[in-house]
C-alpha cells in the first residue's frame, strides 16, 4: 500500500461534521496583538548570515563583529554597522548572537501530531495503515484546531517562520479550523489542499474565503501522481493553473511507487515544471533525475521521516549537479517533532555516509541555504522570503550560541548545523512581528495548548 493509495483513499472516509460543537476559544492573546509589528533594530550581531551573496562575503553572504539588522513596516530595511534606530524603534541587543533567515519548511502535515511516536516499528505502509488511516476519520474539527495549533506552534518555536502543509481531504468547516490553527500561530505558511475529483470544487472555495483574506498565507493545490489517478490529477492541474499556483506531490517515497509511474503521469498532464513541488524524491532513475532539472521541478527533502520509515536515501547530491531547486521537510508525524538543526545534520550526514566522502553535496553551507533561501526557492517564495536582503519580508531568526550544547565558539557557520538546537533559538519575527522572544512564546500559554491536544488524542484513540 502506497502514500498515495492511502491520501487518496481518505478523501473517501467522511470525518465527523462540524455542525453544532461550539466557536473555537482564541488562544492566549491574538496572534497580531496591538505593538507587535514594531520598527525593530537588532544591534550589535556577532554573526550575520544574509543568505544573499549580495548583500554580505561569500555564498552565505556573511557580516561579523557588530552588525545591524533594521526591520521597518514588516521587511528588511537594512543591514550594516552603525545603523541609526529611526524614532520610537525598538532596539534589541543581539551581542554574542547569531541572525539569520527564518527557516523554511516546505513538507509537512501538522495534524499528525496526533499520533507523534505512533506505528514506531512499522515501514511507511504499516504507518500510513495503522497510524494515519486510522486517527484522521477520528478527528473531529475542534480537535483538529488543537492538533495543528499545538503542531504549528512547535513548528514556530524552533525557528520555522514559513511552512508548507499538505493537507488530506478535509471537509469545508473542518478546513476553516484548520486555517485558523494556522493563522493564530502566526506563522507564514501555504496550505496545500487537495480533494477528490468530485469534491475539486472545494479547493477554491477554502482559499477564497478562509485564505485570501490572510496576508501570511497562501495555496498550492495537492496532488496523487500516478496512472491510476490521472483523470483525478489532471483535474486538479488544470485547477492549480485556473487559480496559478504551484502543484504539491508525493512521488516516489516507496520502491513500490514505482508501478504507479506517477513522473509519467505528471508529465503526461502537463504538471512536470516549474510550478511542480515533489515530496521525497527518493527512487528516481538517473533519466528521471536528469528531467527533474531539465524542467526546473523543484523537491522537498524530508531525511527524518525517510529514515524513520525505511524508505530509503534521497539521491540529493544527483540532484544537485542538475541543478534542481530543493528544500528541507518535516514531514508531520513520522518526524515526530520540529528541529530544522536535527533536519539538517541528517541531510548532511545521511549523504556523507552512504557516499563515504566528506565533501559530498550538501555541505555545511550547503544545507544551511536548502533551510532558508533554498526552501523559498522550490515553493516560488524567493521573492519574498529566505534571505536578509533589504526589501523582503522581515521572518528573521536570533540564536544565542552561548550554551552549553554550542559553546565554546570555532566555526559558528558549521555549529549551527553541527550542535545547533531548538533551545538556541531565541528571537523569531515573522512580517516583523516578534513571535519568538528570549526562547518563549509570548501571549500563548503553552500549558493550555498542551493540556488540550492531550485531551483531544485521549478522545482519538478512544474512538
Not at 291 to 315: F, K, Q
Amino acid at each position: 500500500m502506497s502514500r498515495r493509495r492511502v491520501l487518496a483513499g481518505l478523501s473517501t472516509v467522511p470525518l465527523a461534521a462540524a455542525a453544532g460543537f461550539p466557536e473555537l476559544d482564541r488562544p492566549a492573546g491574538p496572534p497580531h496583538a496591538p505593538g507587535g509589528r514594531r520598527t525593530t533594530l537588532l544591534r550589535g550581531a556577532d554573526l550575520v548570515l544574509t543568505m544573499d551573496p549580495r548583500v554580505g562575503d561569500g555564498p552565505l553572504g556573511q557580516w561579523e563583529n557588530g552588525v545591524d539588522v533594521l526591520l521597518r513596516d514588516g521587511a528588511v530595511a537594512a543591514v550594516g554597522r552603525g545603523l541609526t534606530a529611526p524614532a520610537g524603534a525598538r532596539v534589541l541587543d543581539v551581542r554574542g548572537r547569531i541572525v539569520l533567515p527564518g527557516f523554511v519548511d516546505v513538507h509537512n502535515h501538522l495534524w499528525q501530531s496526533s499520533i507523534r511516536g505512533g506505528c514506531a516499528s512499522e515501514d511507511v505502509t504499516g504507518w500510513l495503515r495503522d497510524c494515519e488511516r486510522t486517527a484522521l476519520p477520528r478527528i473531529d474539527p475542534r480537535d483538529m484546531y488543537r492538533f495543528v495549533h499545538l503542531a504549528a506552534l512547535d513548528v514556530l518555536r524552533t525557528g520555522v517562520t514559513t511552512v508548507v502543509d499538505w493537507v488530506h481531504p478535509l471537509p469545508y468547516d473542518t478546513s476553516a479550523t484548520y486555517v485558523r490553527a494556522l493563522d493564530d500561530s502566526g506563522l507564514r505558511f501555504v496550505y496545500a489542499a487537495t480533494q477528490s475529483a468530485a469534491n475539486a470544487h472545494l479547493i477554491p472555495r477554502v482559499k477564497k474565503d478562509f485564505l485570501d483574506p490572510l496576508p501570511l498565507a497562501s495555496v498550492q493545490v495537492a496532488v496523487h501522481a500516478g496512472m491510476p489517478w490521472l483523470k483525478e490529477l489532471r483535474t486538479l492541474h488544470e485547477l492549480a493553473r485556473d487559480l496559478g499556483v504551484m502543484v504539491n506531490s508525493h512521488v516516489l517515497e516507496s520502491r513500490h511507487d514505482r508501478k504507479d509511474d506517477p513522473i509519467r503521469s505528471l508529465r503526461e498532464v502537463g504538471a512536470f515544471g516549474p510550478d511542480l513541488l515533489m515530496n521525497h524524491a527518493i527512487h528516481l532513475t538517473d533519466a528521471e533525475i536528469a528531467l527533474t532539472g531539465e524542467h526546473d521541478v523543484r523537491i522537498a527533502h524530508c531525511p527524518l521521516s525517510n529514515m524513520r520509515l525505511a524508505s530509503g536515501i534521497c539521491p540529493l547530491p544527483a540532484f544537485h549537479r542538475h541543478a534542481v531547486k530543493a528544500g528541507l521537510g518535516h514531514d508531520g508525524g513520522t518526524n515526530d517533532t520540529s528541529d530544522m538543526f536535527n533536519l539538517m545534520k541528517a541531510a548532511v550526514g545521511l549523504q556523507r555516509a552512504r557516499h563515504e566522502d566528506a565533501g559530498i553535496h550538501p555541505t555545511l553551507p550547503a544545507v544551511l541555504r536548502m533551510a532558508t533561501l533554498g526552501g523559498a526557492e522550490a515553493i516560488g517564495m524567493a521573492d519574498r522570503i529566505g534571505s536578509l536582503t533589504p526589501g523582503k519580508r522581515a521572518d528573521v531568526v536570533v540564536l544565542d550560541p552561548g550554551t552549553l550544547n554550542f559553546a565554546p565558539r570555532t566555526d559558528w557557520t558549521s555549529q549551527i548545523v553541527l550542535n545547533g538546537q531548538p533551545p538556541n533559538v531565541s528571537e523569531v519575527f515573522i512580517d516583523g512581528h516578534l513571535r519568538v522572544s528570549g526562547g518563549t512564546l509570548p501571549h500563548v500559554d503553552v500549558e493550555r495548548v498542551v493540556r488540550e491536544a492531550e485531551l483531544a488524542a485521549r478522545r482519538v484513540r478512544e474512538a
